[in-house]
């Protein structure tokens, strides 16, 4: 059964920049109906798509994040991973990976598999 | 970005209450919507995608209707596990946005 399971840091001194990875075992990163996407998750507030990576490498990111983020996907090692610069204390949260579904039939595409998340801590 | 807004933010229920939870789109997005739940300290689990199919492994219990820019979530008969925090997804365009959660707490 595929599981994916995020890691990295879990405290981040402000104007760094955080990488996280997610590690996808019990089956193949390079599906071509599989997507592979980040969303975070601020203590106590609701759930803030990240951004989202096609095996093929191909991108797309929340607007309001785009300038600091960068997704990217090594095949070769079933993972990808995310970058975030320029961190503030409002990006302290849970980050969760998870797969991206896509229908082939209908397009319809939902996150059907999560990461368990890593808490991450942006303060000096 | 497409907007999507959840009601109630919270509600109380007890077991074996039919409860129904809205969310609504500030455009169309047809049926691209999706339902996910959340405990505490979990990560979130699909329940219904496209707007009206059960993920496989979810209790028939839970359902979701509509299309277009209203929603809804139906769990028929509350059990013991339900209660937990309830989100809806937009995946109609690719700027993906979720609901600000509902929360489902025991009556």
């Known amino acids: 059964q595929l599981q994916l399971q995020e890691s990295g840091p879990g405290l981040v001194k402000p104007s760094e920049t955080l990488s996280l990875t997610c590690t996808v075992s019990?089956?193949?990163?390079?599906?071509?109906?599989?997507?592979w996407g980040w969303i975070r998750q601020p203590p106590g507030k609701g759930l803030e798509w990240i951004g989202s990576i096609y095996y093929s490498g191909r991108t797309y990111y929340n607007p309001s994040l785009e300038s600091r983020v960068t997704v990217v996907i090594d095949t070769s090692k079933n993972q990808f991973s995310l970058r975030v610069s320029s961190l503030t204390a409002a990006d302290t949260a849970e980050y969760y990976c998870?797969?991206?579904?896509?229908?082939?039939?209908?397009?319809?595409?939902?996150?059907?598999?999560w990461g368990r998340g890593t808490l991450v801590t942006v303060s000096s | 970005d497409i907007q999507m807004t959840q009601s109630p933010s919270s509600l109380s229920a007890s077991v074996g209450d039919r409860v129904t939870i809205t969310c609504r789109a500030s455009?169309?997005?047809?049926?691209?919507l999706n339902w996910y739940q959340q405990k505490p300290g979990k990560a979130p689990n699909l329940l219904i995608f496209a707007a009206s199919s059960l993920q496989s492994g979810v209790p028939s219990r839970f359902s979701g209707s509509g299309s277009g820019t209203n929603f809804t979530l139906t769990i028929s008969s509350l059990q013991p596990e339900d209660f937990a925090t309830y989100h809806c997804q937009q995946s109609y365009s690719t700027f993906y946005t979720f609901g600000q959660g509902t929360k489902l707490e025991i009556k």
């Open positions: 455009q169309s997005i047809s049926s691209h």
């Open positions: 998870a797969r991206q579904w896509e229908m082939t039939t209908t397009g319809q595409e939902y996150f059907d598999l």
């Open positions: 019990g089956g193949s990163i390079s599906s071509s109906s599989s997507h």
